[in-house]
């Protein structure tokens, strides 16, 4: 490694730069960081630019990323990578929550959800992975959800993509094991935000600043697996045995 690559500052990519999660856990990985905010548009990215930068930022950059997209994935790590150097810290923070009722009266908007929510971070995870393993450094976070550990009714098609999420995260994090890529998977419960605005929050609530800052601690640590709040963990547990006839009408 050469001294103009030892020195540069780390370079911490958001994928989904839109995101309150993923914006949170920026700010706290921000200091001395080269922050990069990958979003579908750069439109009204400029408070958060702002924050980072305040946050102690070396530099602050938006590049425009388009999940579903696919194709377009190599591309903009090739871009990151030419106009930043490699990236040390990727977060995959986009993913939508879709319409259930809608989902089940149209086969394309189920599609869709878990499109985003599972297929495009199975795409954009294999080729950080492989990027990352090249270089033997690297780390990565995932956002799972407690909605993927026993599929409800309520949200199945979310919970579904989420549920192929876990899984693969998991996989993955073995193959990367003793590589020098670290992936760290997070797994809240219900987080209030944006993204659940109008719904009634769920018991073991959580918010996008607890839950980056959870992620944040556990990624100094080195884990592999956080749960967000650790209680949620338990619950997780729980529900394994909870009877299909009660489980089915559990709300979402």
């Known amino acids: 490694m050469n001294d103009t690559a030892a020195t540069a500052p780390e370079v911490v990519v958001v994928f989904g730069g839109r995101s309150e999660i993923g914006g949170e856990l920026a700010a706290r990985l921000a200091p001395g960081a080269t922050v990069v905010l990958a979003a579908r548009g750069t439109e009204g990215l400029e408070p958060l630019v702002a924050r980072l930068t305040e946050a ?4 602050v ?4 990323f388009d999940a579903d997209d696919l194709g377009s994935h190599a591309q903009v790590l090739d871009r990151i990578v ?9 977060v995959l ?6 319409d259930q009722a809608r989902a089940e009266a149209e086969a394309a908007h189920a599609v869709a959800v878990v499109h985003t929510d599972y297929v495009a971070q199975v795409n954009l995870l294999t080729l950080l992975a492989n990027r990352m393993r090249a270089v033997d450094r690297g780390r990565i976070v995932v956002f799972s959800s407690i909605a993927g550990v ?32 670290h992936l ?7 987080v209030i935000g944006r993204m659940t605005e109008g719904m009634d929050a769920a018991p073991l609530s959580s918010t996008p600043a607890q839950v980056a800052e959870a992620a944040a601690r556990a990624l ?9 709040p650790r209680t949620v963990g338990v619950l997780a547990f729980v529900t394994r045995f909870v009877p299909q ?8």
Do not use: C, E
């Open 56 to 59: 102690g930022a070396a530099a």
């Open 61 to 64: 950059q938006v590049v425009v």
């Open 82 to 90: 030419a106009d930043h150097g490699r990236i040390d810290t990727a």
């Open 93 to 98: 923070a986009f993913g939508v929550l879709g």
């Open 150 to 181: 026993r599929v409800r009714r309520a949200n199945y098609v979310y919970g579904s993509a989420k549920a192929g999420l876990d899984g693969f995260a998991s996989g993955l994090a073995d193959a990367l094991h003793g590589t020098g890529v």
């Open 184 to 190: 760290l998977i997070v797994r809240p419960g219900f």
């Open 220 to 228: 100094a640590k080195g884990r592999r697996q956080v749960w967000v």
């Open 245 to 252: 006839p009660i489980w089915r009408r559990m709300p979402r």
